[in-house]
């Protein structure tokens, strides 16, 4: 019986499809495109979500975009108010703390680092605290307003972080050493304090983490604590430095996980000067851990992700 050409190549080609589905490469599971984020006024940066709801900051903290995690859409924007110049609040890191600014309030408050230097004179750098409210307007559309609470200055540091440890009701805060980053544990000030001091030279930290840079690892972005780890993204492609996603262990106080983010295939390596590819932060959703780039958030299969380590070898541990 002779079988038609087409009616050969369809069979085939369903034969290469289904091996395909039942044989998938480990990199090609490791992560899935969930959303595509709308283009920004100014550059991306930190990320943190609440609830079903993302928070995008950006350069300058002159604004956030609110995203729909369920729906995966965009929601709207609100307006934030910085005291410093515009330009010396990066916005780098942004986390949700677990405490409220009054009992009914539906979100926590919102930390946003500035990250640069304020004040030459003590180096000083600014961690400043919102209070977020949600509102329907008469058209049944969301928006969401903000609130300055709190300014938590850090001094000492040329640039500085704020990581929040909500399960053990803390902050880390996180500045580059010689080499290293070096992460402080203190307690959260209290939000009737409107305006903060955190100097490590004299107030004694609760606990102490410094990490090795390896000379392959160089800015860092968003970081996020979670379940007893500090998620720590580094690398500006367009600075032609490599993205990596370190993961540290607050027991062991040293890293668990160094993953080369190239190696996972979500972009193309050879484009080291796309700035489009920098992983701006990291956060948990609903059970899973997503990657923000500048354009693109990505669900990742961390058990995957974490086949990738290559933490113990490298030359210079």
Same mark, same amino acid.
Request: a negative charge; charged letters at 20%.
């Given at each position: 019986?002779?079988?038609?050409?087409?009616?050969?190549?369809?069979?085939?080609?369903?034969?290469?499809?289904?091996?395909?589905?039942?044989?998938?490469?480990?990199?090609?599971?490791?992560?899935?495109?969930?959303?595509?984020?709308?283009?920004?006024?100014?550059?991306?940066?930190?990320?943190?979500?609440?609830?079903?709801?993302?928070?995008?900051?950006?350069?300058?903290?002159?604004?956030?975009?609110?995203?729909?995690?369920?729906?995966?859409?965009?929601?709207?924007?609100?307006?934030?108010?910085?005291?410093?110049?515009?330009?010396?609040?990066?916005?780098?890191?942004?986390?949700?703390?677990?405490?409220?600014?009054?009992?009914?309030?539906?979100?926590?408050?919102?930390?946003?680092?500035?990250?640069?230097?304020?004040?030459?004179?003590?180096?000083?750098?600014?961690?400043?605290?919102?209070?977020?409210?949600?509102?329907?307007?008469?058209?049944?559309?969301?928006?969401?307003?903000?609130?300055?609470?709190?300014?938590?200055?850090?001094?000492?540091?040329?640039?500085?972080?704020?990581?929040?440890?909500?399960?053990?009701?803390?902050?880390?805060?996180?500045?580059?050493?010689?080499?290293?980053? $070096? /992460?402080?544990?203190?307690? *959260? =000030?209290?939000? @009737?304090?409107?305006?903060? !001091?955190?100097?490590?030279?004299?107030?004694?930290?609760?606990?102490?983490?410094?990490?090795?840079?390896?000379?392959?690892?160089?800015?860092?972005?968003?970081?996020?604590?979670?379940?007893?780890? $500090? /998620?720590?993204?580094?690398? *500006? =492609?367009?600075? @032609?430095?490599?993205?990596? !996603?370190?993961?540290?262990?607050?027991?062991?106080?040293?890293?668990?996980?160094?993953?080369?983010?190239?190696?996972?295939?979500?972009?193309?390596?050879?484009?080291?000067?796309?700035?489009?590819?920098?992983?701006?932060?990291?956060?948990?959703?609903?059970?899973?851990?997503?990657?923000?780039?500048?354009?693109?958030?990505?669900?990742?299969?961390?058990?995957?992700?974490?086949?990738?380590?290559?933490?113990?070898?490298?030359?210079?541990?």
């Amino acid at each position: 019986m002779r079988i038609p050409f087409i009616s050969l190549l369809f069979f085939i080609g369903s034969l290469l499809f289904a091996q395909s589905e039942v044989f998938p490469l480990n990199k090609e599971k490791a992560y899935e495109k969930y959303m595509v984020l709308v283009k920004p006024k100014t550059s991306v940066q930190g990320g943190a979500c609440f609830g079903d709801f993302l928070f995008v900051g950006h350069d300058r903290n002159s604004y956030m975009d609110v995203y729909d995690m369920s729906s995966r859409m965009y929601v709207c924007s609100m307006t934030m108010q910085t005291p410093e110049p515009k330009n010396r609040c990066h916005a780098n890191t942004i986390n949700f703390g677990n405490q409220y600014y009054n009992k009914g309030d539906e979100f926590p408050l919102l930390y946003v680092s500035s990250g640069y230097t304020v004040s030459n004179a003590d180096g000083r750098s600014n961690v400043y605290v919102y209070r977020i409210s949600k509102h329907t307007v008469r058209d049944d559309s969301i928006v969401f307003r903000s609130e300055l609470v709190q300014t938590i200055s850090v001094i000492g540091a040329s640039w500085s972080e704020c990581v929040t440890d909500n399960e053990h009701d803390a902050i880390w805060i996180n500045y580059e050493g010689k080499g290293n980053s $070096i /992460f402080l544990k203190y307690h *959260v =000030p209290d939000v @009737r304090q409107k305006n903060a !001091l955190i100097n490590p030279l004299e107030t004694s930290a609760l606990d102490t983490i410094i990490t090795n840079h390896f000379k392959i690892l160089k800015h860092n972005q968003g970081i996020l604590c979670h379940d007893g780890y $500090i /998620f720590m993204p580094f690398g *500006v =492609p367009s600075w @032609r430095e490599e993205p990596y !996603l370190t993961i540290i262990d607050l027991d062991k106080k040293d890293y668990a996980y160094i993953v080369n983010l190239y190696d996972l295939e979500m972009f193309n390596r050879l484009n080291l000067r796309d700035n489009t590819w920098e992983p701006e932060f990291f956060f948990f959703y609903d059970g899973d851990y997503f990657i923000g780039y500048r354009s693109v958030i990505y669900k990742l299969n961390m058990d995957l992700v974490k086949e990738s380590n290559y933490f113990y070898n490298i030359n210079c541990r």
